[in-house]
Nanobody, 121 residues
Framework: QVQLVESGGGLVQAGGSLRLSCAASGRNMNTYAMGWFRRAPGREREFVAD????????DYADSVKGRFTVSRDYARNTVYLQMNSLKPEDTAVYYC??????????????WGQGTQVTVSS
């Protein structure tokens, strides 16, 4: 069984930064691609970023490209989402997921419980 635990969310002013972490446990964790998704109030869950199992391939939603960076630490079994130049529209619950490399949530088998990010204007 795979377990994912996000942390690092909080309240930040527009223009600020946060780094989200996703600690993973379970077998063969380093063989999974990892994704970040978010859900804002009243909106559908949307893709934010993903990283391949090797770490060599990453992808980002257009809305965060150039501001967010996804990375993974194999020794710590942890995936990070560095978020810079945050905007109020980035406010959402952020989820990490493990599965196949894709922007569709259907490709991911395991999900964390989410961490709230709130950006004030």
């Amino acid at each position: 069984q795979v377990q994912l635990v996000e942390s690092g969310g909080g309240l930040v002013q527009a223009g600020g930064s946060l780094r989200l972490s996703c600690a993973a446990s379970g077998r063969n964790m380093n063989t999974y691609a990892m994704g970040w998704f978010r859900r804002a109030p009243g909106r559908e869950r949307e893709f934010v970023a993903d990283i391949s199992w090797s770490g060599y391939s990453t992808d980002y939603a257009d809305s965060v490209k150039g501001r967010f960076t996804v990375s993974r630490d194999y020794a710590r079994n942890t995936v990070y989402l560095q978020m810079n130049s945050l905007k109020p529209e980035d406010t959402a619950v952020y989820y990490c997921a493990a599965g196949l490399l894709a922007s569709s949530p259907k490709a991911y088998k395991y999900w964390g419980q989410g961490t709230q990010v709130t950006v004030s204007s």
